[in-house]
């Protein structure tokens, strides 16, 4: 049995909380929020504190998933000593976290929204720690979760982070584009939804080289100038123009 | 019954030839394609020729489906007279198909490659006509494969295809930019698939505006300075850049 305590309770902690409690192998002792209301736990196996003073010391691992930028501050307020203090964050090196503890990173490679259920078996978990003791710890509480689990250093999160960026923030604007583009002349975002996801499932079977197509990849100049000269605003002109020539200079 | 002939034999010509032939309502009396070696049609109720003088002349409707550039030409070479010829093409204006014919459009909004079958019932088919009883054979033959058939003019079909350019080819060149930084440490592209598959999932229940996260979203520059000195070529720089002051434009 492994017990955890999660500190923070947004998107990922609620999904993790959710997915540990479930999970025959993993306890989840308490989780902490500085948020009061958010203690909507609805089980008795874990309690809730609001108070950093408060945390449980007896935890073989704290989980902690806030946002990246209070990692650093947040770990060097804990009252605890020597204890595996891991964060689930991509774009944040393990050393973030104050060497007061033995560090480690426990990164669930998704997108994490409230809405939305998410398989945790087919998430990548991304792992790291300082001592082998402590990797083989977070080994098995991944596998516990996920069919996946990978040693990934710092360093190449870093690398992994930076792509996810380009997959999922950038995707995501040029969903947000398009629709604007279609707003303008008052057609209806739905029906791009097919092209959407069929977009998103060929790259499951078929290389991103291979799915391509299009105007920029068939040197279609005429059909591209066309498109430039309808677009009325100078972002998503540029967004255009740097895209169809990261797709040109393949050629 | 509706009689068809289909004029070209690539990716779009071969699906809608299978989807149509599986179709009660429906008669594929004849394929064309110049290219004989594609002549694997599978059936008897299909003739096929690679002759455009042998082109059968009893059809309610001719569908073409050839390179869009190709549309013009080839309709002028056509020994039809006042027959309903349709393109299926995107980006391609009705008029584009010769005058001595009556004009049309049937445009089904999907990606489509020899490697994956489409389910056609959640296809939107954009159809155009210039007359109204050809329009109403349009939506016949549609709604005889998709349940979403609607009236799109050759201006919006042309603003459809600006916006599915955007989710279509400049997602695509996202995973393949994604796929090159993962390479470049040696990183295997398949840890970004569950979150490819989940950002596109997620679109169809949350708007692109309710889904977005990341650095750009919450303005978190450290991150971005830190990304941008991560990129080593020019080509993908400009694509973080003109991407990420989108997002940040938005706020």
Redesign the interface.
Known sequence: MIRVVILGFGNVGQHLHKVFHDTKEVHVLQVYSRNTTKASLNNTETTFTSKITDIDKTADVYIIAI???AIKTFTAQLQLKNKLVVHTSG?VAMDAISNKQRRGVFYP???F?K??E?DFK???I?IEAEEGNDLKLLRKLGKSISNKV?DISS??R???H??????????????????D??K??G?DFE???????????????????K????????G?T??IE??KS??KHK??E??????T???E??K
Not at 164 to 170: G, P, R
Not at 211 to 218: D, E, I, L, V
Request: net charge neutral; glycine share 2%.
């Open positions: 946002p990246d930028d774009g490679l998704q997108t929204s809405e939305t998410v087919i998430i990548p991304c990978v360093n190449e870093a690398q992994i930076l792509a996810a960026v380009f997959v999922n923030n950038f995707v995501n604007e040029l969903y947000h584009i398009s629709e583009i279609l303008e002349k057609l029906l791009l939804k097919p092209l959407i996801s069929e977009t998103a499932k060929k790259i499951k079977t078929l290389s991103p080289s799915s391509q197509t299009g105007p920029a990849k068939r279609d005429a059909t066309k498109h309808m677009i972002l998503q540029e967004v255009y123009k740097s895209l020539k990261s797709i200079e393949r």
